[in-house]
């Protein structure tokens, strides 16, 4: 089994910054992709930012410029550094990861962090 703790969330103004962080613990023999999501109230959950084992990065359009993932995989541990927050990027954040087990490959989510942007 594999869980992901996520930190980091809370109340900030426009135009403000956080960092959200995610690691990973217990029973796994790799993880793959890392990732973040958010889901805001009525939405569907959508992908933010992505990041493979070796570096590899994908961003929403919404996010592009202004938020950065990185991992640090000594840590199982991945960042999304958030700048230039906008009121619509209010959310729960939630963290994922492609892990390898003994059951197989497979995809696990953190338990979520809000995210609210607001003066």
């Known amino acids: 089994q594999v869980q992901l703790v996520e930190s980091g969330g809370g109340l900030v103004q426009p135009g403000g910054s956080l960092r959200l962080s995610c690691a990973a613990s217990?029973?796994?023999?790799?993880?793959?992709?890392m990732g973040w999501y958010r889901q805001a109230p009525g939405k569907q959950r959508e992908l933010v930012a992505s990041i493979t084992p070796g570096g590899s990065t994908n961003y929403a359009d919404s996010v592009q410029g202004r938020f950065t993932i990185s991992r640090d995989n000594a840590k199982n541990t991945v960042y999304l550094q958030m700048n230039s927050l906008k009121p619509e990027d209010t959310a729960v954040y939630y963290c994922?990861?492609?892990?390898?087990?003994?059951?197989?490959?497979?995809?696990?989510w953190g338990q979520g962090t809000q995210v609210t942007v607001s003066s």
């Open positions: 994922n990861a492609v892990a390898r087990t003994l059951a197989g490959t497979r995809s696990y």
């Open positions: 217990g029973r796994f023999f790799s993880i793959n992709a």
